[in-house]
């Protein structure tokens, strides 16, 4: 079992940045591949990154590919979310989560995840 806390949102300007932080608490965090996902108010919970158990494979939703960096440090247990030249439509309630059957081509499904963090609010203005 692992649980997972965000950390790092906020209220920022367009074209600020922010680090979002996921830590974990439990066995075997470094066994897990984690993701990030984002919902705004009235819409779906959307994909935003992913990685792997170990960090060599990472994937991107198109609408933060080049701005947004997923990371993690197995040893902090805590999985990273960089996020550059933020815009409004950013704006949303960010989760982490985590899964034990990482698979690329699943990891933007969020119903391969099995835990996931309360979110953190990313606000920004124009």
């Known amino acids: 079992q692992v649980q997972l806390v965000e950390s790092g949102g906020g209220l920022v300007q367009a074209g600020d940045s922010l680090r979002l932080s996921c830590a974990a608490s439990?066995?075997?965090?470094?066994?897990?591949?984690m993701g990030w996902f984002r919902q705004a108010p009235g819409k779906e919970r959307e994909f935003v990154a992913t990685?792997?158990?170990?960090?060599?494979?990472?994937y991107y939703a198109d609408s933060v590919k080049g701005r947004f960096t997923i990371s993690r440090d197995n040893a902090r247990k805590t999985v990273y979310l960089q996020m550059n030249n933020l815009k409004p439509e950013d704006t949303a309630v960010y989760y982490c989560?985590?899964?034990?059957?990482?698979?690329?081509?699943?990891?933007?499904?969020?119903?391969?995840?099995?835990?996931w963090g309360q979110g953190t609010q990313v606000t920004v203005s124009s």
């Open positions: 439990g066995r075997a965090f470094n066994s897990y591949g």
């Open positions: 990685m792997n158990w170990i960090g060599s494979s990472t």
């Open positions: 989560a985590a899964t034990m059957n990482w698979r690329l081509t699943r990891s933007r499904d969020s119903d391969e995840y099995d835990y």
